[in-house]
Antibody, heavy 120, light 112 residues
């Protein structure tokens, strides 16, 4: 299993950013996929999950309405569209492989992460 | 949200000695299907987290058998029977029984 995130960088508060995750080594369209973030030198926070077919999406309250998860099964890609970014969204964002044919909050593989810095 | 409280937050250990990390939940983690979705993750310095234990006590593939998980309801424990140098890092418990999933604060394991 390989998960490679990209799209992070420095962005001003209130702006938008789109993260991508390229997946390989498993049957991508069979698995729920997640985004999890880690504030620098702090703990981990689960953000959102998308079902294997993209039909179901769930978010934690703090990002609901600002973040949108999506996937392209034809290209084995996962995305996270982030808008109205705040300074407290500064973190390393990881994509993670979830459970087969389910949106349960459990993940057995993580990517290397991409750093998002929100600052003026 | 369910709060997971880990202790200790810092754990200096002598090589070859055992280590134990506690994870206490603010609610029972027994899900309606009877399963308990409590996982443990290891994050070595400079690396991404890696799941080592799922469903309380099942070891992931490739995880040495010196790692074991136990517990039920609201109290869970990760044990390392004999700490090795490669075990240095931060360990997190995580629950998936209640929405949204939540993590403990992390326990930093270091060698004395």
């Amino acid at each position: 299993v390989q998960l490679v995130e990209s799209g992070g960088g420095l962005v001003q508060p209130g702006m938008s950013l789109r993260l991508s995750c390229a997946a390989s080594g498993f049957t991508f369209n069979n698995y729920g996929m997640h985004w999890v973030r880690q504030v620098p030198d702090k703990g981990l926070e689960w953000l959102t999950v998308i079902s294997f077919d993209g039909q179901k999406k769930y978010y934690r309250d703090s990002v609901k309405g600002r973040f949108t998860i999506s996937r392209d099964n034809s290209k084995n890609m996962l995305f996270l569209e982030m808008s109205s970014l705040r300074t407290d969204d500064t973190a390393t964002y990881y994509c993670a492989k979830g459970v087969k044919l389910a949106t349960s909050i459990n993940f057995d593989s993580w990517g290397l992460g991409t750093l998002v810095t929100v600052s003026s | 949200d369910v709060v997971l409280t880990q202790s200790p937050l810092s754990l200096p250990v002598t090589l070859g000695q055992p280590a134990s990390i506690s994870c206490r939940s603010s609610q029972s983690l027994v899900y309606s299907d009877g399963n308990t979705y409590l996982n443990w993750f290891q994050q070595r310095p400079g690396q991404s987290p890696r799941r080592i234990i799922y469903y309380v006590s099942r070891r992931d593939s490739g995880v040495p058998d010196r790692f074991s998980g136990s517990g039920s309801g609201t109290d869970f424990t990760l044990q390392i029977s004999r700490v090795e140098a490669e075990d240095v890092g931060v360990y997190y418990c995580m629950q998936g029984s209640h929405w949204p999933g939540t993590f403990g604060q992390g326990t930093k394991v270091e060698i004395k």
